[in-house]
Structure formats: C-alpha cells, structure tokens
C-alpha cells in the first residue's frame, strides 16, 4: 500500500470529515488490541473517571507501537476519534483508517482543517485522542509538547483526560523496532481537569499540567520496576540516538554490536546491563537519558557560538496522499540558521527547491531506519511530507532534530 504507482501527488484532501469508529469494527479493535497486549501482562489504572463521560479531550504519551493498541483499551467501553499522520492512511488504506476513527494531519504543519475536524467529532459527542509529541520516543523520555495544548483544552471545553503509559518504549526502542522486548506495561487514564476545572484556570496553567503529566522517563521506570531485559542484541541501533562520545566528544563514530555500544573513535566500551544502565569497563554507569540530554546540549552551545551550515546528499521520497510515496531521486539539503532547504530536479529536469523555515516547525520528525532504508528525517509543507534519506556519515536524524528546535525556539 506504500508505493504510489501512479505517481499521483493530489494532496490529501484534509478537509473531509472524519468517521465514527464502525460499531461493526470496534469488537475486532478491541480484541486485537488484548491480543497484542496480553504477552506484556498490560494494567491499566483508571483515576477520576467514573462521572467522566464522552466526550472528552484524551491527551496521549507516545512512547511506541504498542500505544496504538493500548489506548482502545484504557478507553473501552467507548470509542474514540485519532489525530493521525498520513502516512497511517498509506500504510493501512484510507478506507479502513478511517472505518477505525481517524483524523488526517502531517506532522508539524498547522493546518485549520485538523482544528475543524476535531470540533466536528466533539460536535458528534466522540471523544478525541492526540499523541502531542507526534513521533515515537527516541530514547525512552518525552519529546517536545506544542505550548498550545492548554489553549486547545479551554477551546473544546470539554474534560481534559490524560493517557500515560509505561513500558511501550521498552518493548520497542525507537533505534531498534523490529525487535520486540517482553517487557511489563502500566497504563494510566486519568482526568485531570472537569469541564469547572477548565474554567477556573488558565491556558498556561494547563499547560504547565499536561507537560508534568506527559513527561516519563522509561529507564527510571525500568530501574524502578526491577525487571532485566536480558536480549543478547539489546543494544543494537542504540548508537542512531547516541551519536555523540561522552568520553572523547567526538561525533559520528558510535556503533553498538550485541549489548555493546562502543565509540570508533577513542575505543571505549559501554555494555546496556539487563537492568537498564551503561557500564563502563571500570564499573561506573550512565544513565542512558542523561547522554542523551547531554546531547541536547552540546547541540546548543554549538550554536551559540557559530551559525549552522550544513549539506547534505539526499534520496528523496514524497507523500503528497494515501496512495502511498513517488520518489523525486536525489537532491541536496541544506541547513542554514533560517530554514532547511531542498532542491532537486523533476521528471522535467527543472530545478525544483523548497524552503522549510524552523520558526513554523517546532520539531524534525526522526526516523532511524524506516522502511529499512536507514537513517531519515521528514519535512512538510501542508500539501506533501518529504522523506530525506541520507548516507552521509555527518548526516544524524538525532542531532538534526535537536538543531531544529533549538532554531525553533530562537525564532519565536
């Protein structure tokens, strides 16, 4: 369902209005999703839902695959309605996502019709799900929330109901999810605010809550919980999101075998212990989300003192709409301090180049080996999502996501 062989790049028609989950389909999803979930002894706990009835705001962590599932559950006995990326409607077929309740959106684009449509389903008394980090976990802690979720809670005017979940990262790690981990999954709905409650405070106190509750941190989780991953290839792909040496501060040289992730450049050694830390040969560990926030920060200091310049060479795949991705060929990114830029030629031969300014885009979608055609990003305008693959050996999904939010944040 993936290749658009007609190659026809009819944008998405994003104004259509969404379906109600078929009541026909809703027994198959609810027992797909125990199915799916049962291997991973899922409990979900229910805080402050009794007097809570559709419809109601549903605001999601999003951790891995497994949250597809989980969230069916955590809601049943009722339905619900999804923000979705197009590349579900791809993927799966526009018919059937949306025979199973889901709203079109691209990733990091505003776009007034996903607004309309989510008015639309609350006007039909359907409660409504969003995943508000819109990718899946990159290494096991919450990503960037948009700083208007609060604004849209007092918009709907409707309870304000959060989905956490632990685990779902650890079964699948982003940097490696064709593997899948037998680990023990917690879930959690819970309303946090009643429509009085929405009321009497303001968007910003909101806002400041949803943030508290959607943040996680899965290897705290795992320390806590006490159970041991014991994979002999847990650490395989974990390098994708830990680019960076801790120990010589070089960047690009990192590659993991087994439970081992080792730096090219200086040599040292870390092995990802069956309980969740890095160990060094000398006994001492990292907690696994702190390099990562090291990461982060290097990636800022970097900027302060000197604008980014950078090109990549780029295979290039489109998503105008459902019918799948037509490949453009290849062409060259650039990243400048203002925007990212793409350029390539077209059937024609014609020099084609799209600007896609950070200060519209508050994140990267990151992708490490989609389709298993390695590491790539994703950009896109309201009309088509660009898929950008790369074999340039600078060229890190990681390091490019942290440039542009912090170009991000610069801008507003």
Not at 335 to 349: C, E, I, K, P
């Amino acid at each position: 369902m993936l290749i658009n062989k007609s190659k026809d790049m009819t944008p998405f028609d994003m104004t259509q209005r969404p379906k109600k989950q078929s009541p026909f389909l809703l027994p198959l999803i609810w027992g797909a999703s125990f199915m799916m979930t049962r291997k991973f002894h899922l409990k979900i706990k229910k805080t402050g839902m009794k007097k809570i009835k559709p419809p109601y705001l549903v605001l999601a962590t999003h951790q891995g695959f497994a949250d597809y599932y989980i969230a069916p559950l955590a809601l049943f006995p009722h339905r619900a309605i999804y923000v979705s990326d197009v590349e579900g409607f791809a993927a799966f077929g526009k018919g059937l996502y949306r025979s199973i309740g889901c709203i079109a959106k691209r990733r990091y684009v505003s776009d007034i019709n996903v607004m309309r449509n989510i008015r639309w389903a609350v006007s039909k008394r359907q409660s409504v799900v969003i995943y508000p980090e819109s990718r899946h976990s990159n290494i096991g802690t919450a990503s960037m929330i948009p700083d208007n979720m609060g604004k849209l809670a007092k918009h709907l005017n409707i309870p304000l109901v959060i989905l956490s979940v632990h685990g779902a990262y650890l079964v699948n790690p982003f940097w490696n999810e064709e593997k899948t981990r037998k680990v023990p999954i917690e879930a959690r709905l819970e309303c946090i605010y009643n429509v009085d409650g929405l009321n009497s405070a303001t968007a910003d106190e909101i806002q400041k809550t949803i943030t508290e509750k959607l943040t996680y941190d899965e290897y705290d989780y795992q320390h806590k919980a006490g159970f041991i991953i014991s994979d002999k290839d847990r650490a395989e792909g974990i390098e994708k999101a830990l680019y960076h040496c801790i120990s010589c501060f070089e960047k690009y040289h990192m590659n993991s075998i087994g439970s081992t992730l080792s730096c090219g450049c200086c040599g040292k050694k870390w092995e990802l212990t069956e309980d969740g830390w890095l160990r060094t040969d000398d006994n001492s560990r990292v907690h696994i989300p702190d390099w990562y926030k090291w990461q982060r920060k290097q990636v800022s200091e970097e900027l302060k003192k000197k604008p980014v310049s950078k090109e990549f060479h780029v295979s290039i795949e489109a998503l105008p709409n459902e019918k799948g991705f037509v490949s453009l060929g290849n062409g060259r990114l650039t990243l400048n301090q203002n925007s990212f830029v793409l350029s390539y030629a077209d059937a024609s031969g014609q020099e084609q180049t799209l600007s896609f300014p950070h200060k519209f885009r508050e994140s990267v979608q990151t992708e490490y080996n989609y389709r298993k055609k390695g590491p790539c990003i994703v950009l896109s305008s309201k009309d088509c999502c660009y898929y950008l693959y790369s074999d340039d050996t600078y060229f890190n999904p990681t390091e490019l996501q942290f440039i542009g939010e912090y170009l991000y944040q610069e801008g507003k």
